[in-house]
């Protein structure tokens, strides 16, 4: 069961808290996608990813976190984690339970939508800057906000989800913008088989003996822990796959390892400190997005 004792002291207090990216009145201004959507083929040789969106610096994968990760223009890719509810409807939420990243407590796939839309995310006080309250998004949302405009990584969390995040992305003609990301080489198939870009991540234990050559066929992007062997890490680069990134790094000395040894995107929890070239974008016209 879902522990909702503190809901109704929230609730008054939610009622008025927006996000911290909120605009106030007016229409919102559709961004501009130009000729059509950012696709994979735009990005850099060296890749930047914030990891939750930078869940060092934001909190992590909420919309006003990915949004000021997007407008502070330090990463190239937005990744986030994803969750279904019992309604089927897919979410963004990195844990099983909401216990460590909201005020309540339960687990996700106990919630339908209209439940889901009375979670509040709690931001960490050790953050940067001044945060609020705010309803974590659904994908649908996040893609609707973001899709397109940014590459996403989006790892799923729950399998039994696949076939309708794959309706999500295809419905919005995004299926060269969007990353599905896997720890499961069956499901980066099933990725892969669906017309979606395929990622598979690997702790460091996993590329001891991993063969990352095998699946080459079928994974568009490697997903290598940092903490990972030279000698493992060597091979994933020499695999065949195309894309090889380092996770989760968070010195510069972790990033400048990886870089050295081929890998060409760094997967940071911290994208304003370790991004080298911050991509300058303006982000004029944007909408705002409210709980």
Same mark, same amino acid.
């Given at each position: ?8 002291? *929230? ?32 990005? #850099? ?33 937005? !990744? ?17 339970? *909401? ?12 919630? &339908? ?23 974590? #998004? ?29 309706? *999500?992305?295809? !419905?919005?003609? *995004? ?9 499961? #080489? ?6 892969h088989r669906l017309g979606l870009?395929? =990622? ?9 003996? &991993? ?8 994974? !568009?992007?490697?997903?290598? !822990? ?8 060597v091979r994933a680069v020499r ?16 990033? &400048? ?6 890998? &060409? ?5 911290? #994208? ?10 303006? =982000? ?8």
């Open positions: 069961m879902v522990t909702w004792s503190a809901l109704t002291s *929230l609730a008054s207090a939610a009622s008025v808290v927006s996000l911290a990216l909120a605009g106030q009145g007016g229409a919102p201004t559709p961004l501009e996608w130009g000729a059509g959507p950012l696709t994979v083929d735009a990005l #850099p040789r060296i890749t930047y990813v914030a990891h939750r969106g930078g869940a060092r610096e934001v909190p992590e994968n909420s919309m006003s976190g990915l949004m000021a990760a997007y407008e502070r223009g330090t990463a190239q890719v937005l !990744d986030a984690d994803t969750r279904m509810l019992r309604d089927g409807t897919v979410v963004v939420m990195h844990d099983a339970t *909401l216990d460590r990243t909201t005020h309540l407590g339960g687990e996700v796939r106990e919630l &339908d939508l209209a439940r889901w839309r009375g979670v509040r995310l709690r931001p960490r006080a050790s953050l940067p800057g001044s945060w609020r309250a705010e309803r974590p #998004p659904t994908v649908a949302e996040v893609l609707d906000r973001l899709g397109g405009r940014i590459v996403l990584m989006l790892e799923v969390k729950d399998p039994r989800s696949l076939r309708r995040l794959a309706r *999500l992305i295809r !419905d919005r003609g *995004l299926t060269r913008s969007v990353f599905v990301n896997s720890n499961d #080489p069956a499901v980066a198939r099933r990725v870009l395929s =990622q598979l991540w690997r702790s460091a234990r996993q590329l001891r003996t &991993d063969r990352p050559e095998r699946w080459r066929s079928f994974v !568009d992007l490697l997903d290598v !822990d940092v903490n990972a062997r030279n000698r493992d890490l695999s065949g796959i195309p894309r090889v990134w380092a996770h989760t790094v968070l010195t510069p000395a972790q990033r &400048d390892r990886a870089l050295a040894l081929g890998c &060409d995107g760094i997967i940071t929890d911290a #994208p304003g400190r370790l991004t080298r070239h911050p991509t300058g974008r303006s =982000q004029r016209g944007a909408r705002p997005w409210r709980a």
